[in-house]
């Protein structure tokens, strides 16, 4: 049974985070979803401080009926004594969106159907995950741990031979990026959301480079496939398909844009690349460079 599942399903990236931050400011949260309340405690029971984070938990089976209809929004508002006008809701589906504008309440979309956020826009704002939540936008206390631009994050590591990419980096942006295959990364793509982060590159025969990287659909060019695209911020005499790259993932600078112009695309791309490099002079991230992964090989 899928329920036997459960245990492995990974929170949402920077739900946790949100959670902790909420809860530290003792701001009232509450879980609203049209699963039965048994399978909703059953699932949040994996996930450490999340029960005790949530003033109320209500399931479909507690109410008529479930999302479109605003009906367990405003449960959850009679609940909590509030008016439904003062919530804010954190949706990643169309009914539950549809379900908090019915109820009045304020809408932020966390789209969970990829490359299609123009089907959200009944929300009052679409994000690409909750990296890039800005909670004083709802009048809730900012996060406090970004540093110089960007959000650091739990490091992770992927790494495998250079391929070549679509051609386009170093003949259409000029700049040139060491792609790796996504085959055998799809759950640890799935994982991460499409956006600009940072960290570290390793070359067995060369060294270790500050990085730049993007991940996602890249909406300019209408990719098909989400790609994996470092860019090592050093200059290099050669190519080097086919030699091992291992990388170290640090931070998070942007979510995944699209750009009116090509010009805007590239000027956008080399501030992300300042905004790396001298996040990557803080002791904070500069640590990492002396990571074990980045100097071995498969």
Known sequence: M??????????????????????????????????????IET?????????????VIIGGDEVRLGKPSPEIFLEVAKRLNVDPSSC?????SLPGVTAGRAA????????????????????DEVINSLL??????????????????????????I??????????????????????????YGSLLSEHPSGVYFGWAGLSKRGVFKMVMSIGWNPYFNNTEKTIEPWLLHNFDEDFYG??????????????ANFSSLQSLIEKIHHDR???EEALDLPLFSKYKDDPYLKSST
């Open 159 to 184: 790494g495998g031979p250079v391929v070549k990419g679509f051609g386009r980096g170093s003949k259409v942006l000029g700049i040139p990026t060491a792609n790796l295959s996504t085959e055998g």
């Open 88 to 92: 804010l809701v954190i949706e990643d």
């Open 132 to 157: 890039d939540l800005r909670p004083e936008k709802w009048g809730l206390p900012p996060f406090q741990d970004w540093i110089k631009d960007t959000l650091p994050l739990e490091p992770w590591h």
């Open 2 to 39: 899928f329920s036997n599942q459960w245990c492995n399903i990974k929170a949402l990236p920077g739900a946790n985070r949100l959670i902790k931050h909420l809860s530290g400011h003792r701001v009232p949260m509450a879980l609203a979803s049209n699963s039965p309340r048994e399978n």
């Open 274 to 276: 300042k905004v790396a």
């Open 243 to 256: 030699e091992e790259l291992r990388l170290i993932i640090v931070g998070y600078i942007r979510p995944e």
């Open 43 to 55: 699932k949040i029971s994996y996930h450490q401080g999340w029960k005790e984070s949530f003033s």
């Open 104 to 123: 009045g309440m304020e809408v932020v979309a966390v789209p969970s159907i990829p490359k299609q956020p123009h089907l959200y826009t009944l929300a």
